[in-house]
């Protein structure tokens, strides 16, 4: 394919150091992801700013974190690259069957992650009381992971688009080897963003003194 | 392209085929085509804008005035400030961007047609929700700190004194939303929730652009075509789209936080509860500054390509100036809190950024002094784009000049919320972008039309309204200074002010009178207009290199480029002493180019036309209604049906090839087809 | 052919087709409109020069002082850019503009030294801004140790002043001694306002849930101007201030007359009827009188909606947020005004129409007006 492309360059007149070399789409999907970086940037940020602020109401998300329960489920999240990995690994050694299942297989540990966050967000507002309406910093918790949420939720959805597409054809044809690499990327993407957030939100947030 | 064998050949629908009518434009995919409907709907919201301005001009125009209610007085300058920047501006520059970046570069379409599609549909619909407000949006009096206050009919029965009350129901926080006042307890009717929603939108439109443009000016740039040989404009192009890339994201955060205050309750600004409505200041300036940089980079681009041309010289200090615009976006990141100067931040802060704004003199200065270098020793012709271009550069640096007084803290703390601060802004956004966009439509008005517009007229509307912009906006950074607030719908006899404000009020009509004139030039141009032939204007750079009106396969043979101002030295030598000298057989030339262009040597095989673009945008201003109304059930459904409707069309996207097959395309000799991407980016 | 003078403006032909004109007519015709241009900007600058009362131009004491004198060098240091970069534009198409006679340009591409040159001078020029700006930042912002501090809340659309140390509240209208500095120690009951005396100081946010801190001083007594500058809802330009600058043995009478309640009103007496009318109307809801029997004091919870304290309401020389009495207005006249409609006057009021009579209304206006 790389041979493919560099030859229709040639003959469309745009020698390779005129343009990056790299496909349009993937790109496309770097720069989208750019934007996307300062998106969680400033969630974040905006719960770093609220978390440990004293004299809120009801209880702040520090106290009541199940560090044990959220490490499985980051772990889950952590081993779902790995299996983006081996997808996409398989599909250049043109495995289709193996890449259908390592597809299967990052959508269900995406899955299995969302299940974790609905139990965890659960517990929260049954358990101890913490609502989105509670006070900032638990407004701040929920926005944040719950967009996390929302865009492994997106990844789950495109995962499992390719993975019915790679069934329904039997293989997967180079424009969705193409797609298998820009929803790796995004899901890569996903993953690291949640590193970040349980670091920085779950280990090493405390609740003020 | 051999992928296409193996795309789908049939998708749910038939695919659209109409090259002329309506569906022609609904399913376009074209980028001229967008770019001219951009610019249309840009101008009607400039209309739309103006008329705010004049309702508000004519209030002011008398002390203690009774012209307007309060309440419609507040609507008209928060939609007025939204209108202009979110709908006009911003649209504006799209226009320009969509229109003339693939011609700048030599390429045959943007990097992604459909999404290029998608983005302007989802711009219509976000404005047209935006607007929507006016029929269904409501504005309730505030319910005070606890709940207490706010008893039923404080309103007397109009809203208070004046008339046009029903323009009070539409968002009333200014188009900087300052939360609290902005918020649940105070603004308590849905119509800032139509503003944070709509600005929602139309920040996703522009995100997809940017992304888009990116991509276009990093990978099709024509042969030959380098970074620095790419015009200046679409070096802004690019730096812009950058700076959407990375503020966008945080203006989207803000809105998020204050939908879910109004809509759901989290308590991010609700100073009672602990929530900081400094914050949003933080959040909405740290895109703010930059939008200011969105909306005058391009068109300090378009003035870089309109001043060499007239000037019959090359751009003084080419890589001075796109460096400049480089750094301008950089810095513009780092100065946001010297909009909240007044905001008790602390004064090292405050020192900080008034050091950093400060700065941003350095490459504005270098800007300018490099188009007046440009201009020196030039052989100056003064047709009407380059006298929009000459007032861009006098006024821009008017409003240059009154920003540095603001980086002086201490004066900043007397002269924010000020009209100062208003004078200010207009020169660089009126005298500065609006001139320069009017010099971009002069100037590549034979692009889309084929011919020349007007001089006479064209003059006649220059002069009109750089008298009228004086007129009207110098007086304010008197007004400014004697103490004028911003946002006030009344003002005391007392204060003095009133006869500055009638010389802004005649201002601002004379604005609209220049106005009315351009548009008549502009109609009556398209028609009757002088032929313009390939190159009205002895320019410069490769977009003049095809035919006018710009057929819709852009270049028959794209450029092989060969050093800056690529078309000039086609036509022009230079003699012992430098100067230029035209070479014996440039009309030759010029009539070969256009001989080349106008007749392709194989068919061009373009991206057929779309639906999915369409409906897939219309999604999103359905499922927006469902969440402003999402207590009701209806709403609820609303919400589902515009999440089925997108998702819908973007499976129906995924599964439609951006081109149909077509004969001898495994035939690489012949095959011109425009290098867009092997296949289309509906993912991001 | 068009008039001389229109040849200045660029000419209404295009310039292509253009005759050119007799060198000499041009610049004849050139001169006399810039001399007609500096006139007309000259006359222009005459007309209603006289400050107004908001004015920042006439600081009355150190602290606006020292930004008016920040704020004149860098003017006309901005003066001196604004005429080198106007006129060398003018110079330019002035003498550059192609006349058909001199060939083409020579094709400039930039200068090295000239792009360092227009680099570094403005640096070195913001530089030498910025230092006495960041001093000045400094100085202004933090308040002396023995300033008398007052406590400034904002209302949707009016400022309250608490003086903690005599303990009592007023509106509308800060009395300072004269001389010295008044620390105003500001928040916010409700949005954002902004808190705005132009011939005292600079502007300072008033913010829920925060503190800021203004320091204030005139020199001289005298009333001095001020309004809510930042966007604080419905009614927001008519959020007015003043400040009342008396010498401090006035302040101190005027503090120890304020400290005290107000006479209660002898039963029969037209002010006894206002007495009784403030009370029957439920203006105690929300206003607070102190009497001079404090168990009769009419007094508002804390944590309730509280409009202005009205204790000694006749010692204010304006009230409804410093909009009323209007320029000519008699005070009377001005409270009919107000009490007949509140909303009317001032849209979105929390003070309601509470359909008054005209006896009702004249009597309250009495008896308020009793209050020194």
Known sequence: MADLAHEQTMDLGHPEHESTGVDNRKLGMWAFLSSEFLFFGALISNYLLYSNRPGFAGVYPSEIYDIPFTSVSSFVLLMSSLTMVLAHNALSRNDQGGTRTWLFATAALGSVFLGGQVFEFTEFITLHDMKLTTNPAASAFYLLTGFHGTHVAIGVIMLLSLWGISRRQGELSEKHGMNLELVGLYWHFVDIIWIVIFTVVYLLSVPPV | MTAT????????????????????????????????????????????????????????????????????????????????????????????????????????????????????????????????????????????????????????????????????????????????????????????????????????????????????????????????????????????????????????????????????????????????????????????????????????????????????????????????????????????????????????????????????????????????????????HLDTPMLFAIGFVAMFTIGGLSGVTHAVVPSDWQQTDTYYIVAHFHYVLFGGAIFGLFGGLYYWFPKISGRTMNETLGKVHFWLMMLGFNLTFAPMHWLGLQGMVRRTWKYAPETGLEPWNVAVTIGAFIIALSVLIFMFNWFTSRRRGRPSGLDPWDARTVEWMTPNPTPEYNFAVPPVVTRLDHFWHLKYDQDAEGRAARKADADEIIARIEHEQLNPAAPIHLPNPSYFPLVAALGLPTMFYGIIYHDALWAKALIGVGAIITLAALIGWGMEPLEEPHEGHEDHELDEELELAPGDGHDG | MPPSWVKLFGGLESPYDAEPM???????????????????????????????????????????????????????????????????????????????????????????????????????????????????????????????????????????????????????????????????????????????????????????????????????????????????????????????????????????????????????????????????????????????????????????????????????????????????????????????????????????????????????????????
Request: include cysteine.
């Open chain 2, 5 to 380: 064998a193996e795309r789908p050949t049939t998708t749910i629908f038939r695919r659209p085929s109409s090259t002329t009518g309506i569906w022609s434009w609904l399913t376009t995919v074209d980028h001229k085509r967008i770019g001219i409907m951009y610019g249309y709907a840009a101008f009607f919201f400039f209309l739309i804008g103006g008329i705010e301005a004049l309702l508000l001009r004519i209030q002011l125009a008398q002390a203690n005035s009774e012209f307007l209610t309060a309440g419609a007085y507040n609507a008209l300058f928060t939609m007025h400030g939204t209108t202009m920047i979110f709908l006009f501006v911003m649209p504006a520059s799209a226009a320009f961007m969509n229109y003339l970046l693939p011609l700048l570069i030599g390429a045959r379409d943007v990097a992604f047609p459909r999404l290029n599609a998608l983005s302007w549909w989802i711009f219509f619909f976000g404005a047209i929700f935006l607007y929507s407000t006016f029929f269904f949006g409501t504005s309730a009096a505030p319910v005070g700190v606890d709940g207490v206050g706010g008893i039923d009919g404080n309103l007397a029965a109009g809203g208070g004194p004046g008339s046009f009350n029903f323009l009070a129901d539409s968002p009333d926080g200014g188009w900087f939303g300052y939360q609290p006042n902005a918020g649940p307890l105070y603004s308590s009717g849905t119509a800032m929730d139509y503003w944070a929603l709509g600005l929602q939108i139309i920040g996703l439109a522009s995100l997809v652009s940017s992304v888009n443009f990116v991509v276009t000016v990093l990978n099709l740039r024509a042969k030959g075509m380098r970074l620095l040989r790419m015009p200046v404009f679409a070096w802004m192009t690019t730096v812009t789209s950058f700076l959407l890339l990375f503020s966008l994201p945080i203006i989207a955060v803000a809105l998020f936080m204050v939908t879910f205050d109004r809509q759901f309750g989290s308590l991010f600004f609700a100073a009672s509860n602990g929530g900081d409505p400094i914050l949003w200041q933080h959040l909405f300036w740290l895109f703010g500054h930059p939008e200011v940089y969105i909306l005058i980079l391009p068109a300090m681009g378009i003035v870089s390509e309109i001043l060499p041309t007239f000037s019959r010289k090359p751009l003084f200090g080419y890589s001075a100036v796109v460096f400049a615009g480089a750094a301008i976006a950089f810095l513009g990141f780092g100065v946001w809190a010297h909009h909240m100067f007044a905001s008790g931040i602390t004064p090292v802060a405050q020192a900080a950024f008034g050091l950093a704004t400060m700065t941003i003199a350095i490459p504005t200065g270098i800007k300018i002094f490099n188009w007046l270098g440009t201009m020196w020793m030039g052989r100056i």
């Open chain 3, 22 to 372: 007799p060198r000499s007519r041009q610049r004849v015709a050139r001169l006399g409109a810039l001399i007609g241009a500096a006139v007309l900007l000259g006359a222009c600058s005459f007309i209603g020069i006289e400050d107004a009362p908001l004015t920042t131009f006439e600081p009355a004491g150190p602290f606006a002082e020292k930004i008016d004198n920040l704020f004149w060098p860098v003017f006309w240091i901005a003066t001196g850019v604004f005429v080198l970069v106007e006129g060398a534009i003018l110079v330019a198409v002035f003498l550059f503009r192609d006349r058909g006679r001199d060939g083409e340009a020579k094709q400039l591409h930039g200068s090295p030294k000239l792009e360092v040159l227009w680099t570094v001078i403005p640096a070195l020029i913001l530089a030498g801004i910025a230092v006495p700006t960041t001093a000045a930042v400094f100085d202004l912002t933090e308040c002396g140790s023995d300033a008398i501090e007052i406590q400034v809340t904002g209302h949707q659309w009016w400022f309250e002043y608490h003086y903690p140390e005599a303990g009592f509240d007023t509106a509308n209208v800060m009395v300072i001694p004269a001389g010295e500095e008044v620390c105003a120690r500001m928040t916010s009951d409700d949005v954002i306002h902004n808190f705005w005396i132009p011939a005292l100081n600079g502007k300072r946010y008033l913010i829920p849930g925060q503190t800021t801190e203004l320091r204030l001083q005139a020199d001289e007594p005298g009333e001095y101007w001020g309004h809510c500058a930042e966007f604080c809802g419905l009614s927001h330009s008519l959020m007015r201030a003043r400040v009342l600058a008396v010498t401090p043995a006035e302040y101190e009478a005027w503090l120890s007359a304020q400290q005290g309640g107000a006479p209660v009103p002898v039963e029969g007496t037209p002010e006894w009827d206002g007495f009784q009318v403030f009370q029957a109307k439920g203006c105690t809801q929300c206003h607070t009188v102190r009497l001079e029997d404090e168990s009769m004091s009419l007094v508002v919870a804390e944590d309730a909606f509280n409009g202005p304290e009205l204790t000694h309401f006749a010692s204010r020389s304006v009230f409804a947020g410093a909009i009323l009495p209007e320029e000519g207005q008699s005070r009377v006249d001005a409270l009919r005004q107000w009490l007949s409609d509140p909303p009317n006057t001032k849209p979105g009021s929390f003070m309601p129409n509470l359909a008054l009579t005209q006896q009702e209304i004249d009597s309250l206006i009495v008896w308020l007006d009793s209050n020194e």
